[in-house]
């Protein structure tokens, strides 16, 4: 199994409230899990978000802390409630209101990734799904909670920059015809779980590195957002997805040969970020 839940990186000095995060880029797969799959291994990345966390690896390098999981998405999904359980994969398990994510077969333990391939040939147990719960699901909730605390402590301020990215097709709909398709769609939830002050200089901190930006269509948002945004609190989130055509092929799941300068590209935008939370500017932008 997993060394541990996640990986955390810390700065050798925290000097900004934002705290990056990348729940969904853990490719950590135990052979007992492919064993069990109807997949192979590379059929079974495919909701993966792929090298996120070396995207976002120089958060440190500018006082924020960047914490990746170890387990994959496929295994378990990160951003989902503990309770968000699929009765048509585990044993036990009753069915509950109608819910569209658990009704597609992305459950906190999913049954299918991308295009509703299904991964596993029969039912999980619910000793199986809690054991996953507890041994991952909660560590790193804990962790990243634990996180954004130290920063409302230290600057009275938490930014959770909740880091994914997308299948460029995602995208095919969202801009009207002949118009640009946009490089990153941020999701506040529709202003529900970040002040607007916050979700505009996010924004303009793409926006000066030249990528095209939207907001909310087609990624609201999911649970990660929803939890931990509470602007009346002082803490925010902001769920930011990066069209994976930037940085790699997604046939073979492999960086492509503009990788490297998307991610210095991405350093500046990083330190944009992480400015945001910076005391002096916390001050400003709250008065």
């Given at each position: ?30 052979a007992t ?228 300068a998307f ?9 944009d970020l ?14």
């Open positions: 199994m997993f060394e541990s839940a996640y990986h955390l990186v810390r700065p050798a000095q925290r000097t900004t409230s934002v705290v990056f995060a990348s729940p969904h880029s853990g490719r950590d797969y135990p899990f492919l064993n069990s799959a109807v997949l192979n291994a590379h059929e079974i990345r495919s909701s993966e978000d792929a090298y996120v966390d070396q995207l976002f690896a120089g958060a440190p390098d500018h006082g924020a802390p960047l914490l990746s999981a170890r387990a994959p998405r496929a295994y378990l999904d990160l951003n989902r409630a503990p309770d968000e359980l699929d009765s048509a994969l585990i044993e036990g398990v009753r069915r509950h209101a109608h819910n569209p994510r658990i009704a597609s077969g992305l459950g906190v333990i999913p049954r299918v990734v991308a295009n509703g391939r299904h991964i596993y040939r029969g039912k999980l147990s619910l000793v199986e799904a809690h054991t996953r719960i507890a041994r991952y699901w909660r560590p790193y909730h804990d962790q990243l909670q634990t996180l954004l605390d130290e920063s409302n402590n230290q600057f009275g301020e938490a930014i959770l920059i909740d880091c994914h990215s997308m299948p460029h097709e995602a995208l095919e709909n969202v801009a009207p015809p002949g118009s640009p398709r946009p490089d990153i769609v941020l999701g506040d939830r529709f202003g529900a779980t970040a002040a607007a002050r916050v979700v505009e200089r996010v924004e303009m901190a793409f926006d000066k590195a030249g990528l095209r930006v939207a907001r909310n269509m087609p990624f609201a948002g999911a649970f990660i957002t929803q939890h931990y945004g509470r602007p009346p609190r002082g803490q925010h989130a902001i769920q930011v997805e990066i069209d994976r055509a930037l940085y790699m092929n997604e046939k073979t799941l492999e960086p492509h040969a503009g990788f490297d991610v210095h590209l991405l350093d500046g935008v990083i330190a992480a400015e945001i939370g910076r005391p002096d500017v916390v001050q400003v932008a709250a008065e």
